[in-house]
């Protein structure tokens, strides 16, 4: 048994804990309580600051570390996108795992240790399942129409069935859909049930740009265009679907409790309603909207309705950093500049952080301290007198100093 000290502990199974401990025995939690109570310890590790659960980050694609650069080139999202489609082809397996590793490291770093990575190239799988994150890895389908789909399905899925015969970690495989806007509409069909088939689960984009939001209601706009440039023959080009894209994506079997969708910034309150009607949470990434001007995700309105949220950073294409916790500020400031009261504000942005990414990622031993959960935790040095909450929500982002992955603390 190794016991972790720490001034305040945050389980989100309950109350924050005074001088609380967390027990760890074989990578699983045994204890948590007060420290004065914690059982006889092999090994003890007194933190200073506030202990939570690792953090979960429910929307990134860690291949795209590398690709850093991006965040800061100014380019709008329709230029933006189609720089992947230039630089993807010239970038070698090695620099792919290079670019994963990165990421995690990364990670680790600022707390985190479960994730809903979109894997762009196969050789992403390679670092992620050697790690000892938890997780789910989504092989990702993009810029496929019905045409190309029957030449490549059998090959793609292949991916899916020999990633999952070899893979012992953690992290699971899954399936991203990429978007309503780069699929075929069979392909789009043909993933949902590929992945019911299989009993694995799905992460596409949802409701990310307004541009999204015309093309599948209406089969116009940039995304038209960047399709008809690229050769891709879409059946929602064709006038478009006339509904929202979360009522398209339900159309086409993405939502479900088996899902979580990454954005889910332009949802009215019929497409709100539709998620929790399916249970699916939605990852809100607010940073990587701002940079791409995508907009503002409705963070009052999903937390007034009673939405599944979790947090996710997006990649370092369009996200400054991989810390989850930097989002915490920037989503309660939206938060209240969209008329949320603010009351309980602070704890739901650590649970949606926490305990949602979990829910996004179909665990219930990751993102809590408690018996037998996964031990993995993350330690802040932030304010140890007031209310923790407020504390992490304002003080955590890029004040991670210790982090515990399956009961060990990672090298820093
Ligand atoms: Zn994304």
Redesign the pocket.
């Known amino acids: 048994m190794h016991v972790y000290t720490a001034p305040v502990v945050v389980p989100l199974a309950g109350d924050p804990i005074r001088e609380g401990a967390v027990g760890v025995d074989g990578g699983r939690i045994a204890y948590v309580g007060p420290a004065d109570g914690a059982p006889e310890a092999d090994e003890t590790t007194a933190f200073t600051g506030v202990m939570t659960p690792g953090l979960v980050n429910a929307?990134t694609?860690l291949c795209y570390t590398a690709f850093a650069d991006m965040y800061g080139n100014e380019k709008e999202f329709f230029e933006w996108i189609q720089e992947f489609a230039r630089r993807n082809p010239e970038t070698a397996d090695e620099a792919w795992k290079a670019s994963v590793q990165e990421g995690i490291d990364e990670s680790l770093r600022n707390g985190v240790t479960a994730v809903a990575d979109?894997v762009t190239p196969a050789a992403g799988f390679a670092p992620l399942l050697a790690s000892d994150l938890a997780g789910v890895a989504y092989w990702e389908a993009c810029f496929i129409d019905d045409a190309a789909w029957e030449v490549r399905r059998s090959a793609w899925r292949e991916v899916v069935t020999d990633t999952r015969a070899v893979n012992n970690s953690d992290v699971a495989v899954g399936i991203s859909p990429h978007t309503l806007y780069t699929l075929g509409t069979n392909v789009a069909k043909g993933l949902a049930e590929l992945a019911r088939t299989l009993d694995i689960r799905l992460h596409p984009?949802l409701a990310e740009t307004m541009h999204e939001d015309m093309f599948v209601r209406r089969g116009s706009g940039p995304f038209a265009f960047m399709n008809r440039r690229a050769g891709l023959d879409l059946e929602l080009a064709d006038g478009g679907a006339g509904h929202s894209p979360a009522a398209q994506m339900d159309k086409v079997g993405w939502l479900g409790p088996d899902s979580h969708v990454?954005?889910g910034v332009h949802l009215d309150k019929t497409d709100r309603e539709l998620l929790r009607a399916k249970g699916t949470a939605v990852a809100v990434?607010a940073r990587?909207n701002a940079r791409l001007e995508a907009g503002e995700p409705p963070v009052a309105a999903l937390r007034a309705e009673g939405n599944t949220v979790a947090v996710g950073t997006?990649?370092r294409a369009s996200a400054p950093d991989l810390d989850v916790a930097a989002e915490w500020p920037v989503l309660r400031r939206l938060a209240l500049a969209q008329g949320d009261g603010g009351e309980g504000l602070n704890e739901w942005l650590v649970r949606a952080a926490t305990e949602g990414g979990a829910k996004a990622l179909g665990r219930d031993d990751i993102g809590v301290l408690k018996e037998g959960a996964r031990a993995d935790l993350a330690v802040f040095d932030v304010d140890t007198d007031g209310d923790p909450y407020a504390a992490l929500v304002t003080g955590a982002a890029g004040n991670c100093t210790a982090t515990v992955l399956k009961g060990r603390l990672t090298e820093r």
Request: net charge negative; charged share 10%; aromatic share 0%.
């Open positions: 929307h694609h979109i984009h990454a954005h990434c990587s997006d990649s």
